[in-house]
T-cell receptor, first 112, second 117 residues
Framework: DGGITQSPKYLFRKEGQNVTLSCEQN?????MYWYRQDPGQGLRLIYY???????QKGDIAEGYSVSREKKESFPLTVTSAQKNPTAFYLC???????????FGSGTRLTVV | DQQVKQNSPSLSVQEGRISILNCDYT??????FLWYKKYPAEGPTFLIS?????DKNEDGRFTVFLNKSAKHLSLHIVPSQPGDSAVYFC????????????????FGKGTHLIIQP
């Protein structure tokens, strides 16, 4: 079955540590996105990538980094510079020319 | 500056009645609109969409209406069922080449729909 997989589903991090969230898709989609969801804030765009080896900052990129070495993979690193990292993180993908996204099931990151 | 606004954070509707979720937008370059449904701790799933060349699109119990002059769209769910209880996100996509960065979707903040038995 084609889909988009995020792992892990729950992640705990100590303050001051970097952590990487995984996003893998086997849909052959070109574009991939990372969003963050906070209560009452909706979905805010962190980073996006439209092709391999290229990515762009979204609205709230500070404290985050990404890579796109393979079409299938778009990992997100939450660095210690991110002031308030506790949130629900969503990865999405979209084929070229399409309007809608396919979302992963999300990763809940908690800083302890 | 919110380009897609869902002004009702929550909405409570009795089972069997009609649920109407509203969405307003400010960017006249948006030409495609989508609704996503999201359960807690899950990713959003696509529900229904509409192109700006249409004013209505229907899929089973779900109908989306678009009023371009008012920059307003609404999602109607009839009849409402308990499984419809979720957060609904309105999203918009701009015309290709219109600029503005992500060339992707701009989301509203969501409306939490609660269906009461």
């Amino acid at each position: 079955d084609g889909g988009i997989t995020q792992s892990p589903k729950y992640l705990f991090r100590k303050e001051g540590q970097n952590v990487t969230l995984s996003c893998e898709q086997n849909l052959n989609h070109d574009a991939m996105y990372w969003y963050r969801q906070d209560p009452g804030q909706g979905l805010r765009l962190i980073y996006y990538s439209q092709i391999v080896n290229d990515f762009q900052k979204g609205d709230i990129a500070e404290g985050y980094s990404v890579s796109r070495e393979k079409k299938e993979s778009f990992p997100l690193t939450v660095t210690s510079a991110q002031k308030n990292p506790t949130a629900f993180y969503l990865c999405a993908s979209r084929p070229t020319g399409a309007k809608g996204y396919t979302f992963g099931s999300g990763t809940r990151l908690t800083v302890v | 500056d919110q380009q897609v606004k869902q002004n009702s954070p929550s909405l409570s509707v009795q089972e069997g009645r009609i649920s109407i979720l509203n969405c307003d937008y400010t960017n006249s370059m948006f030409d495609y609109f989508l609704w996503y449904k999201k359960y807690p701790a899950e990713g959003p799933t696509f529900l229904i969409s509409i192109s700006s060349i249409k004013d209505k699109n229907e899929d089973g119990r779900f109908t989306v209406f678009l009023n371009k002059s008012a920059k307003h769209l609404s999602l109607h769910i009839v009849p409402s069922q308990p499984g419809d209880s979720a957060v609904y996100f309105c999203a918009a996509s701009a015309k290709v080449g219109s600029g503005g960065g992500a060339d992707g979707l701009t989301f509203g903040k969501g409306t939490h729909l609660i269906i009461q038995p």
